[in-house]
């Protein structure tokens, strides 16, 4: 078993009720050797992962991972934010919703609300698409500066579809009106068949950033309930941001939406 294994058994033994381990702790808990135990303990302490709870003997988890867990529950709530406003718009319109993560020049769905229609989209969570064919990719992307842009694909791209972007400054094109609409759409890109209208989002406390979005078969909404999908996901996406103090949020110009086919 690596060292790794053995210090994550032994942060597991911490708990609501258990507040610091000592070696006879970890000999009872996980059968541990003494001379090991101890070994362990004062290493997970020199690592910065414990300390010693005063003069004592006893382990506790360190200020680091204390730090550690609190961005975790910074990152989770922008997720569950974000979850909880394309939960309530799939609900109420009945198209599926999700929200995805960027991994680099992917577009990661790491929650989903499959919609109640006859005709409805699948989303798997954890499925990979391209950013630049995608509109959760776009509202994204449309996040960072040109320059950072293009530092993503330094060889250009390959286009899936004809209604996808077909190099570096088609791309760039859309993503400048991504910032003037306040949202991305796409239709027959990465997934055919599909449309989607997206949104992004993030919190500048832990760097985290999430697109908000609703996907249906490209030929089934009229132009009212797309209208009315931009709106909900704008004004969601706009109450996040006022609370994490999101300064990259481009906001939603109602204006332009309307006018948009």
């Known amino acids: 078993m690596s060292i790794l294994s053995l210090a994550v058994d032994v942060l597991r033994c911490f708990s609501s009720t258990r507040h ?12 541990m050797p003494k001379s090991n135990a101890s070994r362990l ?17 006893r382990y506790r988890p360190s200020l680091l991972l204390n730090q550690v867990g609190h961005l975790y529950r910074f990152a989770a709530s922008l997720i569950d934010r974000a979850d909880a406003v394309v939960g309530g718009i799939s609900d109420r319109i009945g198209h599926t919703g999700y929200v995805s993560v960027r991994r680099g020049t992917e577009i990661v769905a790491v929650t989903a609300h499959p919609g109640r229609h006859a005709l409805r989209v699948v989303t798997s969570i954890g499925d990979r698409i391209p950013a630049f064919a995608s509109s959760t990719g776009r509202a994204l992307l449309a996040r960072l500066p040109d320059d950072e842009v293009r530092a993503l694909y330094p060889a250009g791209f390959t286009s899936p579809s004809e209604t996808a972007p077909h190099d570096i400054d088609e791309l760039l094109g859309r993503l400048a009106r991504v910032r003037d609409e306040g949202f991305a759409e796409s239709r027959d890109e990465a997934v055919r068949g599909v449309r989607a209208l997206s949104v992004a989002v993030g919190d500048p406390t832990t760097g985290d950033e999430v697109a908000l979005c609703l996907s249906f078969p490209a030929a089934t909404v009229e ?3 797309r209208l009315s999908i931009i709106r909900s996901l704008g004004e969601g996406a706009a109450e996040i941001a006022n609370l994490t103090k999101d300064k990259r949020f481009h906001p939603l110009n109602l204006a332009i939406a309307e006018t948009a086919s």
């Open 41 to 57: 303990l004062r290493a997970m302490r020199d690592e910065g992962l414990l300390e010693t709870v005063g003069e004592s003997k």
């Open 20 to 31: 610091d381990v000592t070696v006879t702790d970890l000999v009872t808990l996980l059968g």
């Open 223 to 225: 132009p009212a309930e």
